[in-house]
């Protein structure tokens, strides 16, 4: 899986415009909304992710200093985010401990990033809180009507047989 195209498709998906930076080391993707902006670096292993954030961090900033100073109070919620899909256990907590790192952007980093599932996760501090309802096949007329149980039968089966509002208030009782 290509973790900085999943990260792009997350993240446009969360509403965010998105581009690529080329101008590093490696490719980044940098992201922006109304309220936040930040920057994806992935790494092809822990150890590269460990000895290469701050300077990764540092570049994006040093190259988007422009923009983050006309940003105004979006600037203090500038994020870089650093993803492996290296599993190597004996780098999990330093990994992690990037996190606590409160210098210059806030910070999201994680590795054993191989699912598109895993990407989502690592990307949820981005994310707007949304629900997934749970919608199997089924006969949703049927559901609607159990749920409308204490409507009467002839204004639900109006309402769904698209007769004219007007003609649904009157069944209703509401229209004389």
Same mark, same amino acid.
């Not at 040093?62 to 256990?89: E, I």
């Not at 980093?109 to 599932?117: H, I, M, N, W």
């Not at 989502?120 to 559901?143: H, T």
């Not at 002839?154 to 004219?164: M, R, S």
């Given at each position: 899986?290509? =973790?900085?195209?999943?990260?792009?498709?997350?993240?446009?998906?969360?509403?965010?415009?998105?581009?690529?930076?080329?101008?590093?080391?490696?490719?980044?993707?940098?992201?922006?909304?109304?309220?936040?902006?930040?920057?994806?670096?992935?790494?092809?292993?822990?150890?590269?992710?460990?000895?290469?954030?701050?300077?990764?961090?540092?570049?994006?900033?040093?190259?988007?200093?422009?923009?983050?100073?006309?940003?105004?109070?979006?600037?203090? &919620?500038?994020?870089?985010?650093?993803?492996?899909?290296?599993?190597?256990?004996?780098?999990?907590?330093? =990994?992690?401990?990037?996190?606590?790192?409160?210098?210059?952007?806030?910070?999201?980093?994680?590795?054993?990033?191989?699912?598109?599932?895993?990407?989502?996760?690592?990307?949820?501090?981005? =994310?707007?809180?949304?629900?997934?309802?749970?919608?199997?096949? !089924? &006969?949703?007329?049927?559901?609607?009507?159990?749920?409308?149980?204490?409507?009467?039968?002839?204004?639900?089966?109006?309402?769904?047989?698209?007769?004219? !509002?007007?003609?649904?208030?009157? =069944?209703?009782?509401?229209?004389?």
């Amino acid at each position: 899986m290509d =973790i900085q195209t999943q990260a792009e498709i997350v993240l446009r998906d969360a509403q965010y415009e998105t581009w690529t930076w080329t101008g590093s080391t490696a490719p980044v993707t940098c992201f922006e909304s109304a309220a936040l902006m930040g920057f994806v670096h992935v790494f092809e292993t822990a150890s590269m992710l460990l000895e290469g954030w701050k300077a990764s961090q540092q570049s994006a900033l040093a190259r988007h200093a422009p923009s983050l100073r006309a940003a105004g109070s979006k600037a203090w &919620n500038v994020y870089s985010v650093f993803l492996t899909s290296d599993p190597t256990p004996l780098h999990t907590r330093a =990994i992690e401990r990037i996190e606590e790192d409160f210098s210059l952007t806030r910070k999201i980093a994680r590795a054993s990033v191989t699912t598109p599932d895993d990407v989502e996760r690592a990307l949820l501090p981005l =994310i707007s809180i949304r629900s997934k309802p749970l919608l199997g096949a !089924s &006969n949703f007329e049927s559901r609607l009507r159990s749920r409308l149980k204490d409507v009467p039968h002839d204004a639900v089966t109006a309402f769904l047989n698209d007769t004219p !509002s007007i003609e649904v208030a009157r =069944i209703l009782g509401a229209i004389s």
